[in-house]
């Protein structure tokens, strides 16, 4: 499904976009990826939603990739015998091991791990930061806090810690059930949450065993400040404003996207800003305008992805907020700004010989007539490599892999065509040339540029390039052998 923009959506599925009719709406709305929420459903439900992903996928004849978001370790405090309380600012409280119920002096919070990494002076934050303790004094089995931001507690709230490294895994038992079953189903993307050192994710790729590709959620601060170990481990990077915006001070929150941004891009590798982008489509089928700043802001600093999650997953309007963010990302890719933009952060990448035909084949397709560039993928990285560039002409991405297909779904430009694999470079063009018409790219007097790798089928062979005619009666007469 060719769209009008660059620029991926990626929208959550939940009970307000569960059935086949919805699924598919939300695609021709302009879904190019669907995430799967494993926090929220069955084992039994993800399948039906996957199942139904895959007939719209036949259906439709797109290429559709299924991101499956791993929950990570959940850290709550226990419960209350009133089912709540009242924290004044001031007041001390105490957090510990002890699973009575708890009143306004003190609660459970089962996890000694946390007590085991916390020092006199750190903060701990309830509620998604709306509570804001300050520990005094601390053991292995309690905490005596003072409250310096008060509010209600209730039974249950989430917690952060936000000061120091915690000794935990970034997959908890119930993440790997769901990371072998999601694997076993066919995702294509695998999203871990608490992500805090390299070790993470190549504990994930172990269990994965290259079944999909690997991205990396940004939501704590020690993962912002070893990213460049975590990047270099991963396959993709998520970053994830809500819980940044938890553990950080806001206003940390926009250079770190838009540096965190940038080195994706500069290291080939696709990147979805995510979070509150349409949140008040929830409720509303008008987005606020400052929310539309936003989405465009993620756009224009070349973020391959931008995500919905409970406005199409649980809102009373998915389909408006796809179409939402599908037209404004039409209208910024349009902007002579955005262009210049994103052409000023382009870096000169020369390290190889795929990345100087990658740019050989920009620098054509924008100082001639060119229609599209066409790569000829394997495993996915030329496709990637002529992404960084962000041509000014569409990228066709031509493979014989439907999971290769797939995955680059997520990835900026990529419009995916399956072909039959490839022995003859003469046969590629051919191919490049057909996908061109019937994508409506190119006209049979227009020209495309192919690039692929010789011998075909080995990764990591990115070699050669041409520029071809559409018309296929030219590229034999050109190229009678």
Same mark, same amino acid.
């Given at each position: 499904?060719?769209?009008?923009?660059? &620029?991926?959506?990626? *929208?959550?599925?939940?009970?307000?976009?569960?059935?086949?009719?919805?699924?598919?709406?939300?695609?021709?709305?302009?879904?190019d990826v669907f995430r799967l929420n494993m926090s929220h459903g069955s084992h039994d439900e993800i399948a039906k939603k996957h199942a139904i992903i895959r007939q719209v996928e036949q259906d439709t004849g797109s290429s559709i990739a299924i991101l499956a978001d791993l929950q990570g370790p959940k850290l709550r &405090?226990?419960?209350? *015998?009133?089912d709540s309380e009242m924290l004044e600012e001031g007041a001390k409280f105490r957090l510990d091991l002890d699973t009575a119920d708890g009143d306004s002096s003190r609660v459970c919070l089962p996890h000694p791990e946390i007590f085991a990494a916390l020092e006199v002076g750190k903060s701990l934050l309830v509620n998604d930061g709306k509570i804001r303790l300050q520990v005094e004094d601390c053991g292995p089995d309690y905490a005596n806090c003072v409250v310096i931001a008060g509010g209600v507690i209730s039974n249950r709230k989430g917690v952060n810690v936000p000061d120091v490294e915690?000794?935990?895994a970034a997959l908890s038992?119930?993440?790997?059930?769901?990371?072998e079953f999601t694997a076993k189903l066919g995702v294509d993307w695998m999203a871990l949450s608490f992500v805090q050192r390299p070790a993470d994710v190549e504990e994930a790729r172990q269990?994965?065993?290259?079944?999909?590709?690997?991205?990396?959620?940004?939501?704590k601060p020690n993962a912002v400040e070893r990213f460049d170990a975590i990047l270099a481990a991963s396959d993709g990077i998520m970053v994830a404003r809500g819980d940044l915006g938890v553990e950080l001070p806001v206003q940390n929150v926009p250079p770190i996207q838009k540096r965190l941004v940038r080195k994706c891009r500069n290291?080939?590798?696709?990147v979805i800003v995510a979070t509150q982008m349409l949140e008040s489509m929830i409720e509303s089928p008008m987005p606020t305008r400052a929310e539309v700043s936003d989405v465009a802001t993620a756009i224009y600093e070349g973020a391959d992805a931008v995500m919905l999650s409970a406005e199409s997953a649980a809102g009373s309007y998915p389909i408006e907020a796809v179409t939402t963010m599908d037209r404004v990302a039409a209208e910024v890719e349009q902007d002579p700004t955005y262009t210049q933009i994103i052409e000023a952060s382009r870096t000169a990448n020369r390290g190889s010989v795929a990345d100087g035909i990658v740019a050989a084949a920009r620098e054509i397709a924008e100082t001639t007539n060119i229609k599209a560039i066409c790569?000829?993928?394997?495993?996915?990285?030329?496709?990637?490599?002529?992404?960084?560039?962000?041509?000014?002409?569409?990228?066709?991405?031509?493979?014989?892999?439907s999971g290769t297909a797939r995955r680059l779904a997520l990835s900026w430009g990529c419009y995916c065509v399956i072909t039959p694999t490839m022995d003859r470079f003469k046969g590629?063009?051919?191919?490049?040339?057909?996908?061109?018409l019937e994508g409506g790219f190119g006209t049979v007097e227009d020209q495309i540029v192919v690039t692929a790798g010789v011998p075909f089928n080995v990764t990591g062979t990115t070699n050669i390039l041409r520029v071809a005619p559409c018309d296929e009666r030219l590229i034999f007469a050109t190229d009678p052998e």
């Open positions: 499904m060719k769209r009008m923009r660059n &620029v991926k959506i990626v *929208a959550t599925l939940g009970p307000a976009s569960d059935d086949y009719d919805m699924i598919r709406a939300l695609h021709e709305a302009g879904a &405090v226990g419960v209350f *015998a009133g915690l000794p935990l038992e119930k993440d790997r059930a769901d990371l269990l994965v065993k290259g079944r999909a590709a690997i991205l990396s959620k940004i939501e290291a080939a590798k696709p790569c000829f993928t394997q495993s996915g990285t030329t496709a990637l490599l002529v992404s960084r560039e962000r041509p000014r002409v569409p990228i066709i991405a031509l493979t014989p892999l590629a063009v051919v191919s490049a040339a057909k996908a061109a």
